[in-house]
């Protein structure tokens, strides 16, 4: 068992351009979740899938945020028109049992 | 409302010295009250957790104690060790199986 894995773990983008950040769960958890963490704002939800279903995406950033997830072995989160402010650390996670949720090592961005 | 709020911040106590985090909820479907750490350039992971059909929760040096009626819950790490200084989140589980996070307390254990 690999764990959760992300990838990129370090991604680089130039302000305005698009960044792509993926995620493998763990094999046969049916839930998925994204989040953002920074030292300012902490650890912010951002979209949860269950079944490969989006639950709820109340934490996304409507205009420029994205995710899917288009099968049960992988995910992704889309930024379009990067700011700088988007600099963070994103967190993907996912759970089979509801609460005992798994993380991966996240994928640090970088927007310059 | 669905917020759990934690404190303090930031925490520092002397090694040996029980470190004792706090939580607090509103939402009385909460049903299940998971902690979780996570060491500089880690990620969180879970460490132990408690449903609210129990009061105590003990797993080593770690303890969960939980007032159902308060709607409080805290963490006790006794006889702390350096090795134990990380960033603590204490989190509920709501009606969706979704988790809802506290905002953190950085533990900081003085040799």
């Known amino acids: 068992n690999a764990g959760v894995i992300q990838t990129p773990r370090h991604k680089v983008t130039g302000k305005g351009q698009e960044a792509t950040l993926w995620c493998e769960p763990i094999?046969?958890?049916?839930?998925v979740f994204w989040y953002r963490q920074t030292i300012v704002q902490g650890l912010e939800f951002l979209t949860y899938?269950?079944?490969?279903?989006?639950?709820?995406d109340s934490g996304m950033p409507k205009e420029r945020f994205s995710a899917q997830m288009p099968n049960q072995s992988h995910s992704t989160l889309k930024i379009q028109s990067t700011q700088p402010q988007d600099s963070a650390v994103y967190l993907c996670?996912?759970?089979?049992?509801?609460?005992?949720?798994?993380f991966g090592k996240g994928t640090r961005l970088t927007v310059v | 409302q669905q917020q759990v709020r934690q404190s303090p911040q930031s925490l520092t106590v002397w090694e040996g010295e029980t470190a004792i985090l706090n939580c607090s909820y509103e939402?009385?479907?909460?049903?299940?009250f998971p902690w979780y750490h996570q060491f500089p350039g880690e990620s969180p992971a879970l460490l132990i957790a408690?449903?609210?059909v129990s009061n105590k929760k003990e797993d080593g040096r770690f303890t969960i104690f939980f007032n159902k009626r308060e709607k409080k819950f805290s963490l006790h790490i006794a006889d702390s060790q350096p090795g134990d200084s990380a960033t603590y989140f204490c989190?509920?589980?709501?009606?969706?199986?979704?988790?809802?996070w506290g905002s953190g307390t950085k533990l900081i254990i003085k040799p």
């Open positions: 989190a509920a589980r709501d009606s969706n199986y979704q988790l809802i």
């Open positions: 939402d009385s479907t909460f049903d299940y």
């Open positions: 408690i449903r609210p």
């Open positions: 094999s046969g958890h049916s839930a």
């Open positions: 899938f269950r079944n490969q279903a989006p639950i709820d």
């Open positions: 996670a996912s759970s089979l049992d509801p609460g005992k949720v798994f």
